[in-house]
């Protein structure tokens, strides 16, 4: 069964350091999203992006942050300057064309982040 | 604005036994809802959709749930749980205020503990 797939599951990076969280979308699914959760608590909606923009984003997604297509095949999310609070779990969905955005949201496995 | 709320932090349940993970909403038009489940240090796996049509739907693991519109409520239900079921559930809706991103609003999330 197709999924999405996420690297890396964690990495640990110093304050104010860039890291850049990748995806690899399942193939024929044209929305993509990242997500995140901090430990313990809800997942929380980060940014979706198709046809190679973001269609939608929320208030936690500031200039810090920045989402990529860079080849067709990945999808990759940036953090330009990390901050302690951006230590969470960042999930990586995807779904495939649906009438009315109806069809479920596929999640990968997650890229565990801490900053220190 | 589109939002799910899940009543209960924990479920506890004998194995065997049935199950419930509540789960109410609040949507302007036609809700659309989704449960998924989140196993330790996993990402979120699809179990099941209400669109439209039968107020009853199945879904994955034996999983079902009922969906209410005059108590706005979807409940996750299964008629006898297992141990392996222990997990944490998140009910979400699509936030239809948004275009057709096709965004996914969650709750806070339910963790159930099934007890052998």
């Known amino acids: 069964e197709p999924e999405v797939t996420q690297t890396p599951s964690h990495q640990v990076t110093q304050m104010g350091q860039e890291v850049i969280l990748r995806c690899v979308p399942i193939?024929?699914?044209?929305?993509f999203y990242w997500y995140r959760q901090i430990l313990g608590q809800k997942v929380e909606f980060l940014v979706s992006?198709?046809?190679?923009?973001?269609?939608?984003k929320s208030e936690i997604f500031d200039d810090q942050f920045s989402v990529e297509r860079p080849d067709g095949s990945n999808f990759t999310l940036k953090i330009r300057s990390t901050k302690l609070e951006d230590s969470a779990m960042y999930f990586c969905?995807?779904?495939?064309?649906?009438?009315?955005?109806?069809?479920?949201?596929?999640f990968g496995e997650g890229s565990r982040l801490t900053v220190l | 604005a589109q939002s799910v709320a899940q009543p209960e932090d924990q479920v506890n349940v004998a194995e065997g036994n049935p199950l419930t993970v509540k789960c109410t909403y609040s949507?302007?038009?036609?809700?659309?809802l989704f449960w998924y489940v989140q196993y330790p240090n996993r990402g979120l796996q699809f179990l099941l959709k209400?669109?439209?049509?039968?107020?009853l739907v199945k879904g994955s693991y034996g999983f079902e749930a009922e969906f209410n519109k005059s108590q706005t409520s979807f409940h996750l239900k299964k008629p006898s749980a297992l141990v392996s079921d222990s997990a944490l559930y998140f009910c979400?809706?699509?936030?239809?205020?948004?275009?057709?991103?096709?965004?996914?609003?969650f709750g806070q999330g339910t963790t159930l503990q099934v007890k052998p």
């Open positions: 969905a995807s779904r495939r064309q649906g009438s009315s955005g109806t069809g479920e949201l596929f």
């Open positions: 193939s024929n699914h044209l929305y």
């Open positions: 992006f198709y046809n190679n923009e973001i269609s939608e």
């Open positions: 949507v302007s038009g036609n809700p659309y």
């Open positions: 209400y669109i439209t049509g039968d107020n």
């Open positions: 979400a809706v699509r936030d239809g205020g948004s275009g057709n991103t096709g965004k996914l609003i």
